[in-house]
């Protein structure tokens, strides 16, 4: 019996090798190893794909976070308000510039941030809002901002699972004031190792996190580097030229395999349609890109371990909540506290979804699956 993986890279990477092979060929004979042509085509091609007016290659999502923060000039004493339901990245970058990550519950239905309880937990202190696009979902951006403007505070999408998705027609990366995303290999746009971006339409945030990136060097109007002058302690988290490289030929592709995504999605929800399993809900308003397919089951380790027996890979995302986590239990929180979030820990599970994921392959899980929760 074939195994079905949670994510199939070999997969994918089989389907575009000319273009990916003649990508790394080229930055090899051409040695732009660093800040080469393409990071910077790269960038405009990115911009444009999220509708945004600036991108910035960055060297991981988590870097991309930590400079977004930092550009927005959150630091010391600031606190951030986000959601303890994502990954721990999130909250590290806060932690990392030195401010507080306040966490709040989710809107159950969506597993993203709950507007109403983001403006209870709003204090003299908050600098910023960070939402999470989870599982490839938009947050519910209108009252967020509605928050943000009228408390004056920074909204930072954290849009590492999100590529393309729609906010009323509005890709995510521009819809606050910057946005950070993730290229991880298993991410729906993936490098071949670590990359990241930050998306904006301020021109001071680009310029500032254009610098940060590299050793705070000073950039000109011109949008060139200066090599000797450092205008603040920077980071050495550029977006490497071979990532640049196989990132453009792989952004060609994203809208067919996101379009196909959103197809193996439907389709789960047809054949899943009548189980006891939850299933993901998607408000009018917005388009997942379905990073993950989340069901709720209520009996997750035995369904878990029933499809593993028929060699299908499952995953959690994610079992254990920030807010309950040893490294951030300095912050105070207990069980409880967030009970919607704790709820979701406890009974979600990410079953495979690619695009190369095939009609026989999915049939297969969702057949294994009813088996597994008592309706077939
Ligand atoms: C993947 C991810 C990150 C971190 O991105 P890396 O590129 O792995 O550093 C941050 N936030 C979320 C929600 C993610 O899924």
């Excluded at 495979?352 to 309706?375: C, D, F, K, N």
């Amino acid at each position: 019996m074939n195994k079905i993986p949670l994510v199939d890279l070999k997969a994918q990477y089989e389907t575009i090798k000319p273009e990916i092979d003649e990508a790394i060929r080229r930055v090899i004979e051409t040695t732009a190893f660093i800040n080469g042509p393409d990071v910077k085509a790269f960038e405009a091609e990115f911009a444009q794909f999220c509708g945004a007016g600036h991108a910035v290659g960055i060297a991981s999502g988590t870097a991309a976070l930590q400079l977004a923060l930092l550009a927005c000039g959150v630091g010391p004493g600031d606190e951030v308000i986000t959601v303890a339901h994502t990954f721990c990245a999130t909250a590290e970058a806060i932690v990392h510039v030195g401010a507080k990550p306040v966490f709040v519950d989710i809107d159950p239905r969506t597993y993203t941030i709950d507007p109403d309880a983001a403006a209870r937990a709003v204090t003299p202190r908050t600098k910023a809002i960070l939402p999470v696009h989870l599982y490839g979902m938009p947050a519910d951006m209108d009252a967020i901002n509605a928050i943000a403007q009228q408390r004056g505070l920074f909204l930072i999408e954290d849009a590492a699972q999100a590529h393309g998705a729609l906010y009323k027609g509005r890709p995510v990366g521009a819809l606050g004031h910057v946005a950070c995303f993730s290229f991880y290999p298993g991410k729906n746009l993936g490098a071949y190792g670590d990359a990241g971006a930050i998306t904006t339409n301020d021109p001071e945030i680009a310029r500032r996190a254009l610098a940060l990136r590299d050793h705070g060097r000073a950039v000109g109007p011109d949008g060139k580097r200066s090599k000797y002058e450092h205008d603040r302690v920077g980071y050495g988290e550029r977006l490497d030229t071979l990532q640049a490289a196989i990132l453009r030929a792989k952004l060609r592709h994203l809208p067919a395999w996101t379009a196909r995504r959103q197809a193996v999605a439907q389709r789960y929800l047809e054949l899943l349609a009548d189980t006891p399993a939850g299933l993901p809900f998607t408000p009018d308003d917005r388009q997942s890109v379905w990073h993950l397919f989340v069901v709720r089951v209520q009996q997750r380790a035995e369904t878990q371990a029933r499809l593993s027996a028929q060699g299908i890979e499952t995953g959690i995302h994610y079992p254990i909540p920030l807010h309950l986590q040893k490294s951030f239990a300095s912050l105070g929180y207990r069980a409880g506290d967030l009970p919607h979030t704790e709820a979701a820990a406890q009974h979600i599970l990410s079953l495979p979804i690619y695009p190369e994921l095939s009609e026989e392959q999915q049939t297969r899980i969702a057949q294994a699956l009813r088996e597994a929760v008592g309706s077939l």
